[in-house]
């Protein structure tokens, strides 16, 4: 089959290509509770960029270059194409969504739901992934879809949807009507997490980005508030919350000084939800003491959330803004994403 192959990291992303699209050997079926499937579309995420850049190499591959070559992409959906002997409930055509994380079923965080956390191979990250017309999984991850969806309109969900729907699921809890939300970041996952709260909360959403194109996006998904990021934005976030700060800030960035200024626009007792990532947070320990903020982590989410925001697309609450490349294409993908010029999310169709 063909695939987008990494064969060597660049710490500085200025190569002009980074993946090498070339024929490999066909995913097999090993285990009984393995799927291939035929992939329809493959979501290109940033992470994939910081994959290339080896901020996952001391996590995912701390001996230097032992995963590469390797095929990239995380975000996978597509069309039964074959299953193991102890596989049920999945037939050869069925269109899925795969959840990116191939837990064992065993452990004792996937026995509490933590699909996530498991232990398991991350294909895309420490694997093989779907940048490629085929892909290996395994029964527990597949996610059957409604006949409403399509797999190139949604792939993006099976991590940048997912990971936006359970950072806003978690603010949901706490968010009450007559309260605020800021989400740093309208982009590719921004503008899903946007449509979350929307959905599921009714708190007001304050929208904050250095792109008027993002902007435009976030106003179209419900945003209640507009904030250009241009160095004034703590003290208009200060100025729409009558000085106290948001209840919540879901920081879709996480580096250029997004998490210094997250902070500084989260109230008192506030949380602060980290998602994007690239630098380190740095806050004097006093101040978390005085202010009794929450900073949360959020890793991508669980197979059951997964099948909630299939939910919520398949009712029409959220939607995909994407953009399509083929898979040949898939180095001007990853550079357009690079340089800020994906309105929403990009996808790669084999």
């Given at each position: 089959m063909k695939a987008q192959v990494l064969n060597k990291y660049d710490l500085d992303l200025t190569a002009k290509s980074w993946v090498d699209y070339q024929t490999v050997p066909d995913p097999k079926i090993v285990k009984g509770s393995d799927v291939i499937v035929r992939i329809g579309a493959a979501g290109v995420c940033r992470t994939d960029l910081h994959v290339i850049?080896?901020?996952?190499?001391?996590?995912m591959d701390p001996t230097g270059d032992a995963l590469l070559p390797m095929i990239l992409g995380h975000e996978n959906?597509?069309?039964?194409?074959?299953?193991?002997s102890e596989v049920e409930g999945l037939k050869i055509g069925d269109p899925v969504i795969v959840h990116p994380k191939i837990s064992n079923g065993t452990c004792l965080a996937c026995r509490r739901g933590q699909d996530m956390h498991g232990d398991g191979p991350f294909p895309g990250l420490d694997a093989d992934g779907g940048y490629a017309?085929?892909?290996v999984t395994s029964m527990r991850n597949i996610v059957l879809l409604p006949k409403t969806l399509a797999p190139k309109d949604v792939a993006p969900y099976s991590d940048a949807g997912l990971t936006a729907y359970r950072a806003a699921k978690k603010a949901t809890r706490h968010l009450l009507p007559g309260e605020y939300v800021v989400v740093i970041g309208a982009g590719g996952l921004g503008h899903i997490g946007i449509q979350v709260l929307r959905a599921m909360c009714a708190a007001e959403i304050i929208a904050v980005d250095t792109s008027d194109v993002s902007l435009q996006l976030a106003g179209e998904c419900g945003a209640d508030?507009?904030?250009?990021a241009d160095g004034g934005e703590v003290e208009a976030i200060l100025s729409i919350t009558n000085g106290a700060g948001a209840e919540a800030v879901l920081d879709f960035v996480g580096?250029?000084?997004t998490t210094r200024k997250g902070l500084e626009m989260t109230r008192v007792a506030g949380s602060y939800y980290v998602i994007g990532y690239g630098e380190d947070i740095v806050v004097p320990t006093v101040d978390l003491v005085i202010t009794e903020k929450n900073i949360i982590g959020n890793l991508v989410g669980t197979w059951a959330e997964l099948t909630e925001l299939m939910e919520l697309a398949h009712r029409g609450l959220v939607d995909l803004t994407i953009e399509e490349f083929s898979l040949r294409d898939a180095n001007?993908?990853?550079?357009?994403?690079h340089h800020g010029l994906i309105r929403g999310r990009a996808v790669l169709i084999p």
């Open positions: 850049e080896g901020i996952w190499r001391p996590h959906a597509g069309w039964i194409e074959e299953i193991g017309e085929m892909l508030h507009l904030v250009k580096e250029k000084g001007k993908a990853l550079q357009k994403l």
